[in-house]
Structure formats: structure tokens, C-alpha cells
């Protein structure tokens, strides 16, 4: 035995070639059998039963769906593994199975196989009393037609008034074949008997007593039944599904609706609001109407029991639902609605905007997106013109207006109107800061402008409230020549506005960035989470167009009213800016806790303002005292900035930083954090080297491995001593892998111990697709591991072996390990 996990053991398995793998699953039989039975649910001697023998059988079974082997399985009809696979399908396992209603197929499968002459399938510890005791009215349905008599009478009584009566005939004919016409008249005069029977299906035993007193019970039943209906299991499953309240279910491929209408017609489903206090019932046609192609007579019933809700998951609406009594009773949301019956063609978007009303509501749930849908509007829109006042006039009706989306605007241009017409802005608004999404009136009149010619934006954007400029700029993505005749029109202000926001486009943020504006710049250092550079860059008063400035009062107002809780960075940024303002600001506000920190402000204001400057940030009595002493006697020294810049470098000599990394991390985070956090470079060669010595502490390597800058030799040099792999992916050398800093190669090659090299390659090649930021081919993974397995190990199957037993405890690399295991199976000469 191995011991091995079933992920290294499927590994193994597909790293060698088939042949050696075909042995290799001989060899560890007894470690893939127990993967096997934990995987399927199953005990170890059926799964052998079920693969048979030999290697191959072994390994394809590590691969085989779940489903498609417990069916399988079933096909062999044997009751012991039958009744072992039904409680196999509860299990919770590795793979998919989790619940009886993922395996429709499995029941089936056990029926077609059983031989009812075999007791043990009756027996009290069999199958069907089994199935009698737990299995739910959907489960059953199989059972209708399956081998055995008291099950179907059972299913019957448990769902005979749900049943489409063609399907209770199928029921009653298999009866008839397996117990003849006195097995169906007793079971009629049974469930009549018994005060706890009622099939709710009166017609139904008139039907079993009929063909039990004719000559030829099954073909009386056969004539009776209609040929054609209800032949699809899934069909009939989804029925029973839905007529039971499960919420999720999925619309069957070959489903006939008209038989699900006359069904409702025998058998109205529920359209009963669900109750808050827990109760099953609730609206069972609702769930008819999330598929597609729900007749329309359907959907209207289920509109109008419950509208909103109707309207809210129905895959489609007819266009009746949308102008009938609720939509016009404000009953109907259009959010979801309109937008997916128009993108499916169902509602026209023509006699949308025609007809469909109040206005407002549609303009906020029409499909922007959609082309038909922008082209439509553009046409009506042409009626508006180029006329300022047709727009505003538009915009102030727009919120009151009861008509169509065509009846608002036909109204706005009309000139002969007796309403008053707007020639300003109504109910004008200041920008806001941050900026927030437009609402309402102001989102619909927004997404219907945007439809405009440019001609018109052009000629209407002077008109604007700065509230209005604000959306447009931020929201309303404006061509170039529309967002100039806005700046024209509302200046710098409106740049100003449109960067009080985080969801800039690169393209809007560099356009602003290049403006070197102090309230622009202002506002993108507060609002938009620019990088750390570019704060950087706007505190040294640098120019994006060249040259510098001193930085202005917006940016030192911004650095005044930052949260240090969470910006403490915004004010580091500006520690080697040398403006005086700025290092005002810093040392008023930080506590700079590094030594080299302070020196680098000092340096910084010196070069730049000198040492007058330098007087004044002293003057603050912010600073050490030492420090201030020391600093004081240099400012009237001729070399006395040579000699502070000299005392900089000693602060930040790579042994007095190492030794300050090597301490125990305080409460308030780790060594590297508190040095970077103050803008103190990290001197990475000779963090590596002190690596290689043993003279960087664990705690601090693993610190600086975290680090998004950290360098690749660092990283590789930290492999030797990776660490466990983290629930949540978080450990360093997956952070690394997705930053691309160390390959899939180098885990291979230098990863130990090899049992943590495993799970992170195992991690790798079983991680979700979507981890977009992940550098990994995982082809080129197992390719690459392929190779140094056959390398190593070849075709020995012992080798192997060796290889599976020593990984839980071997302290080398991965390739070390195959290097190893081929040694002791193959000793040199």
C-alpha cells in the first residue's frame, strides 16, 4: 500500500505511458480500490465486481464519469449491488453525484436489469422494500412500468393524481402483464378498501374494473390509450418535478406543450403566491413559464395571478402582457423584461416604443446594447432636431409623461403644444463628488441622448446642468468632438467632475492626467485610485507635459483631508517630492517611524528649497530631537547636505535593513510592509544573498516571497523550504505562479519537500479555467512532467511504485524523488 491520495494516484496514472500505467493499477490495486469506493459510494468488493480485472479496467474506472459507472453497475442486476448503488447516489463524493435527481437514469438501468424471480430483490433487506420506504413519487416513476407488481401498485397510489392518464395506462398494462386482469381488479378493490387510498383519479378505477372484466385486459387498456402521449421520461419527470414545487427545473428537450395544457386544463397547476410562513404550495405555473416557448395563454394566466414575479423570470413575454391591465396598474416590471424580449425578437421594438408606456419606464429597461434597439431610437429622435428647447422640453415631460417613448417625443417637438415648453434646465443640479450613477428621469433622458445624432449632442450639451455634464462625461462615454463642445460650453469644472469617480476608462484617465489641472489632479488623486507613481509624479509637481510646479492647494488640501487608516500611502508618495507643501503636510499628519524615512523628506526638501526649507520642517517640532539637532548644525555647513545625504545612505545600508527585517513582525504588520509602507526601496540583491547565506530569517523571507515585486532568484532561491499550500491559494508560490515570477518548471525542479511540490502542481492543473490572472499552460505542465517521469522512471512499474511510497515523506524535489526511486529499484553498478 501507498497511502497516496486518489489525485496523486490519477496523476501517476496519466503521467506514464499506458502500458506501465495498466501495470502500475495492477500493482496498487488495493490503493485504487479504495479511491474508487470513495469515490462512488460504493464498497470496494462491488467496484471490483463492477470493473473486473486487470490494470486497464482499473485506471479507465479512475476516469469514468461517476453517473455513467454507477449505471453500469446497475446493468449487471445484481440486488445486492442494486440496493448498495440507490444508496450510493446519497452519498456525498469527490465527483458530481450528490442527490438521487442527478441520476434519473440510475432506476431505470436497476429495473430493465432485475430478474423478479430473484428473491433478495423482496426481500426485507432488498431493493424495493427499500424503495417503498424512502424513495420520493418522482424517484419512482421507472417503477410504472418496471418487473415488479407491488411497486407499481405502490407508485401508483403515490402518484396516480398527478399522473396524465396515458401514463397511468402504461401503469395499469404493465400490471395486467405481470399479474393478469385479477391483479388489476384487486388492486382497484384495494385502493377502495382502504380509507387511506385515493388515487383522486375516479375514471381511473372505472378504467381497471372495465379491462378487468373484458376478455383481453391489455389490449382494452391499449385501445384507451393515446398513442404518442407522454412517451419521453424526461417530460414526464419535469411534470412531476414542477406539480411537487421544485423550484429548478429544466425544460425537457422533447416536451409538448399541448399536452402540458390539457393537463393544466384536468389539473390546474397552483398559482398561488408562495406563503412567508413556510407552506408548500405556491405558484407552480411559474416555473412553466421560465421556459422557453410557454404558450402565451399560460403566461397571461400566471401574469396575471402574479405579475411582478411573472415578469421578473419568465423567459419571454408576449407583447399583451406589456400593455394589458397590470402593465398599465404599474404591475409589470419592464427592468428584465423588455430587454430580453426584444434581443429574442419576441416584442418589436418599433411597437415598443410605440405603444408600451409610461415612457420613462421603458427608456430605463430598453437593451442599449442592442443595435435594432438604438437604430429605432435614433429615428424618432430625428424629430427632435438640433432645437435646444425640443430636448429640454422633452426632458422636463419626461418624468410625468403617461404615453409611449413615440407619444414623449412627438409631444417635445411639437412646437404648437399648449404646454409650456422649457427653454433651461429644469430643477438644475451641482455636480456631486464622489460621482454617482444617474437615476430615474436623468438615467432614461442620459441612455435615450446617447441615441442622438452628434450634431445634436453637440448643439444640446450648453444646455446642461452640471449634473447632467457630470453623467455625460462619466457615464455617457461621449465622441471626442461632443466632449469638447461640453468643455467648451462648462470649462475645467466639468474635467473636474468627471474625475471624482474609480470607474475611468484608461483612455478618459489619460485624457485627464495630461491636463496637468490642479483640481482635475485634485480630484483623481482622491476619487479614482490612480497608481502610487502617478501620485508620486503629482506631489514632486512634475508636469505630464514637462516641466514642474509647486504642487498646488488642491493637492495639498486632498493630502490634508486623507483617511490615514487607509491612505497613509497617498501622503508616502510625496515623501521625496522636496515641495515644501507637501513635506509640511507629511511630517503634520504621519509619524514617520523609519529613520531612513525622515532622512529621505529632509534630503528631499533640501535639494529643492534648501536650507531655509529645511528650517521650516524643523521648526514644526514634529521630528526626533536628535534629529533636529543633528540636522540643525548641517544647514550653515558647506558640504552639510553631502553629509546628510551620507547619513541617509548609512540609515539605508542593506545589513542595518536586513537586521531590521529580521526582527519579530510587531502588531501591526510585517518587516518589509513597515519599510515599503515608508518608502524605503528594498535592496534585493542582497536579500538574495543573505538568503543563500542563512542570515534571512523565515519569517521575513516568507514575507518578502509575498511581495508582488519580489525577484524571480529570491523566489527560487525560497523553493528548497516551500511551504503548505493554503485553503484559500494564498501561499506565496501560488501567488508567484499567477504573477508568472516562478513556472510550473520550477516547482518541479526545485520545490521541496516533493509531497508540497505535488499539491501545488496539483493545484495547478485542477484550478478553474477562470482564474484569468493565471500564466499557467497546463498541457505544457503535463507534457513537461511526462517527460521527467519517463526520464526517470521509465516502464519499471516498481520503480513506480517506490516512487508513490517514499513522496509522502521524501525531503528532496520532485525530480530528486524520481531520480531516487529509480536508484533503488535500478542501483548503479
Known amino acids: ?46 467496484v471490483e465486481a463492477v470493473t473486473g480485472p486487470g490494470g486497464a479496467a482499473l485506471r479507465a474506472a479512475l476516469d469514468t464519469d461517476p453517473e455513467e459507472f454507477l449505471i453500469r453497475a446497475a446493468e449487471t442486476g445484481d440486488p445486492v449491488i442494486a440496493r448498495a448503488l440507490w444508496q450510493a447516489r446519497y452519498r456525498t463524493t469527490p465527483q458530481r453525484i450528490q442527490r438521487a435527481r442527478d441520476l434519473p437514469g440510475l432506476l431505470p438501468a436497476i429495473l430493465r436489469a432485475a430478474d423478479p424471480a430473484d428473491p433478495r430483490w423482496e426481500d426485507e433487506d432488498g431493493l424495493v422494500p427499500l424503495l417503498q420506504e424512502e424513495a420520493t413519487g418522482v424517484e419512482l416513476l421507472p417503477a410504472l412500468t418496471g418487473p415488479f407488481p407491488q411497486l407499481i401498485s405502490y407508485t401508483l397510489v403515490r402518484t396516480a393524481s398527478f399522473l396524465p392518464l396515458p401514463v397511468a395506462l402504461d401503469a395499469c398494462i404493465a400490471l395486467v402483464q405481470l399479474a393478469g386482469g385479477k391483479g388489476l381488479l ?20 372505472d378504467l381497471m374494473r372495465a379491462a378487468a372484466a373484458d376478455a383481453d385486459p391489455e389490449a382494452f387498456l391499449r385501445e384507451r390509450r393515446p398513442a404518442g402521449e407522454w412517451t419521453d421520461p424526461a417530460s414526464l419527470r419535469a411534470l412531476l418535478m414542477v406539480r411537487n414545487g421544485v423550484s429548478t427545473v429544466a425544460k425537457p428537450a422533447a416536451l409538448d406543450w399541448e399536452l402540458v395544457r390539457r393537463e393544466h386544463a384536468r389539473l390546474p397547476f397552483e398559482t398561488e403566491r408562495p406563503s412567508s410562513r413556510g407552506r408548500q404550495s405556491g405558484n407552480r405555473l411559474l416555473q412553466l413559464t421560465r421556459w422557453e416557448g410557454c404558450p402565451d395563454d399560460l403566461l397571461m394566466e400566471c401574469l396575471r395571478a402574479d405579475p411582478w414575479t411573472t415578469s421578473r423570470v419568465a423567459a419571454e413575454l408576449p407583447f399583451e402582457a406589456l400593455v394589458g391591465p397590470e402593465a398599465a396598474a404599474g404591475k409589470v416590471p419592464f427592468d428584465e423584461a423588455l430587454g430580453r424580449g426584444i434581443r429574442t425578437g419576441r416584442l418589436p421594438v418599433d411597437r415598443v416604443l410605440a405603444e408600451v408606456t409610461p415612457a420613462s419606464e421603458v427608456l430605463s429597461a430598453l437593451p442599449y446594447d442592442h443595435e435594432p434597439t438604438r437604430k429605432a431610437l435614433a429615428r424618432l429622435l430625428d424629430r427632435l432636431g438640433t432645437d435646444p428647447v425640443n430636448w429640454l422640453t422633452c426632458y422636463a415631460r419626461m418624468g410625468r409623461a403617461r404615453g409611449s417613448v413615440a407619444e414623449l417625443i412627438d409631444d417635445a417637438a411639437s412646437a404648437d403644444s399648449p404646454k409650456k415648453r422649457s427653454t433651461t434646465w429644469p430643477r438644475p443640479l451641482e455636480a456631486v463628488f464622489p460621482a454617482t450613477p444617474p437615476e430615474a428621469s436623468r438615467a432614461a433622458f442620459l441612455s ?20 447632467a455634464v457630470q ?69 514632486a509637481g512634475r508636469l505630464r507635459g514637462g516641466g514642474t510646479r509647486t504642487v498646488p492647494e488642491e493637492l495639498l488640501h486632498v493630502l490634508r483631508e486623507a483617511h490615514l487608516s487607509h491612505h497613509r500611502h497617498w501622503l508616502i508618495a510625496g515623501l521625496e517630492s522636496g515641495d515644501l507643501g507637501v513635506a509640511r503636510t507629511i511630517i503634520g499628519r504621519l509619524k514617520l517611524r523609519i529613520p531612513a524615512a525622515r532622512l529621505r523628506l529632509l534630503v528631499a526638501v533640501w535639494e529643492r528649497g534648501g536650507p531655509d ?217
Not at 186 to 205: I, N, S
Not at 485 to 499: F, L, P, Y
Request: hydrophobic share 45%; proline share 9%; with cysteine.
Open 471 to 539: 453623467h455625460l462625461l462619466v457615464h455617457g462615454d461621449p465622441a471626442p468632438a461632443v466632449r469638447d463642445a461640453v468643455i467648451a460650453a462648462h470649462g475645467v469644472s466639468a474635467q473636474a467632475a468627471q474625475a471624482a469617480t474609480p470607474s475611468l476608462s484608461p483612455e478618459k484617465l489619460a485624457y485627464l492626467l495630461d491636463l496637468d489641472e490642479p483640481q482635475v489632479d485634485a480630484n483623481l488623486f482622491f476619487y479614482c485610485g490612480i497608481d502610487q507613481r502617478e501620485r508620486a509624479r503629482m506631489l
Open 613 to 829: 526649507a529645511v528650517r521650516e520642517i524643523l521648526a514644526m517640532d514634529r521630528l526626533p530631537v536628535t534629529l533636529r539637532r543633528q540636522t540643525e548644525k548641517l544647514l550653515d555647513v558647506p558640504d552639510g547636505l553631502d553629509r546628510l545625504r551620507a547619513r541617509l545612505a548609512a540609515e539605508e545600508e542593506p545589513a542595518k535593513l536586513l537586521a531590521f527585517l529580521n526582527k519579530a513582525p510587531g502588531y501591526d504588520g510585517d518587516q518589509p510592509h513597515k519599510l515599503t509602507g515608508e518608502g524605503i526601496p528594498l535592496p534585493w540583491p542582497d536579500l538574495i544573498a543573505a538568503q543563500r547565506s542563512g542570515t534571512l530569517s523565515p519569517s521575513a523571507a516568507k514575507d518578502l516571497a509575498e511581495l508582488a515585486d519580489c525577484p524571480r532568484e529570491l523566489l527560487l532561491a525560497l523553493l528548497p523550504s516551500t511551504p503548505e499550500l493554503g485553503r484559500r491559494n494564498t501561499s506565496w508560490p501560488q501567488l508567484a505562479l499567477r504573477r508568472g515570477t516562478i513556472t510550473p518548471e520550477d516547482i518541479l525542479t526545485h520545490a521541496a519537500p516533493a509531497s508540497r511540490a505535488r499539491s501545488h502542481l496539483l493545484r495547478l492543473l485542477n484550478s478553474p479555467e477562470r482564474q484569468a490572472d493565471r500564466q499557467v499552460d497546463r498541457q505544457e505542465l503535463r507534457t513537461r512532467a511526462a517527460a521527467l517521469t519517463a526520464e526517470h522512471l521509465g516502464t519499471d512499474t516498481e520503480a513506480w511504485a517506490v516512487c508513490l511510497q517514499l513522496l509522502p515523506t521524501f525531503a528532496g524535489t520532485l525530480t530528486e524523488l524520481f531520480a531516487t526511486a529509480a536508484a533503488i529499484v535500478r542501483p548503479p553498478a
Open 448 to 467: 435615450l441622448f446617447r441615441c442622438a445624432s452628434e450634431e445634436a449632442q453637440i448643439a444640446v450639451v450648453p444646455h446642461f446642468d452640471p449634473r
Open 186 to 205: 384487486a388492486f382497484a378493490d384495494g385502493v377502495e378498501r382502504a380509507p387511506d387510498f385515493d388515487l383522486g383519479r375516479p375514471e381511473l378505477l
Open 1 to 46: 500500500m501507498t497511502h497516496s491520495s486518489p489525485q496523486t494516484l490519477r496523476l501517476a496514472l496519466r503521467l506514464a505511458d499506458p502500458d506501465t500505467a495498466d501495470a502500475l493499477a495492477e500493482r496498487l490495486r488495493p490503493d485504487l480500490l479504495a479511491a474508487l469506493s470513495n469515490r462512488f459510494g460504493l464498497p470496494e468488493e462491488m
